[in-house]
């Protein structure tokens, strides 16, 4: 099949899309709306997005009247967020945290979660994540019905269970994010494995390469 995504309808645009590019982060964002209460909704649109700087990127769509969500307002007015990753642990405050509550909600209060204060944000992370990054406001893109979102990470916090023994990685058997896939299909990253590219080849070697058979249904 072949879709040409300039005369798609955009509900089409968006099925393909989010059926195929997956698994994708979630990302509980949190922020603090004007009279002070926490809100964090989930973003499967997220991603990192560069080293150096450190960025990351989140993608919102508008409520469907048009208008924007309380998480873009808050992040405009305060030009900051809070990127909470989610495990199984956290999973089902995070669905709950993507109901579509009133702006006077405390959205960590309603899920049972532990607001804890950043380092260098107003903001407030969630203790039960095993990881959170506080985020400066580094541009924000305006599209028709989507904002795009660039934060600059100026803080990490880490749960020290999800490292390993030396402190420079991830221990797989206790840091295991969940990503969304398609619909209401999420996925975790409890069955993970090493893939490893070859050392630098001279062009002799690389041509005594067999390359993988195809396999055929």
Do not use: W
């Not at 009279?35 to 700087?53: I, L, Q, R, W």
């Not at 048009?66 to 089902?92: C, H, P």
């Amino acid at each position: 099949m072949d879709y040409d995504f300039t005369a798609l309808p955009a509900p089409d645009r968006y099925r393909l899309l989010t059926n195929f590019i997956g698994p994708r982060p979630i990302a509980l964002v949190g922020t603090r709306s004007e009279a002070g209460h926490n809100n964090a909704a989930p973003m499967s649109f997220f991603n990192v997005f560069s080293h150096e700087p450190p960025l990351v990127v989140l993608g919102i769509q508008n409520r469907g009247n048009g208008e924007e969500k309380d998480t873009v307002a808050n992040i405009r007015r305060s030009g900051e967020f809070v990127v909470n990753m989610v495990d199984m642990a956290l999973a089902d405050a995070m669905i709950v945290c993507g109901v579509n509550f009133a702006t006077d909600v405390d959205e960590l209060a309603f899920a049972g979660l532990t607001p804890v204060p950043c380092q260098q944000i107003k903001a407030a992370r969630i203790a039960e994540s095993p990881c959170a990054f506080e985020c400066r406001v580094e541009r924000i893109l305006d599209y028709p019905r989507r904002v795009l979102i660039i934060g600059e990470v100026v803080q990490m916090h880490v749960d020290d269970r999800c490292l390993d023994a030396s402190g420079r990685y991830v221990n797989p058997e206790t840091y295991q994010p969940i990503a969304r896939l398609h619909a209401d299909n999420y996925i975790t990253s409890d069955r993970q494995f090493e893939l490893k590219k070859p050392e630098a080849l001279i062009p002799h070697e690389l041509a005594q390469i067999t390359p993988p058979e195809k396999v055929t249904a």
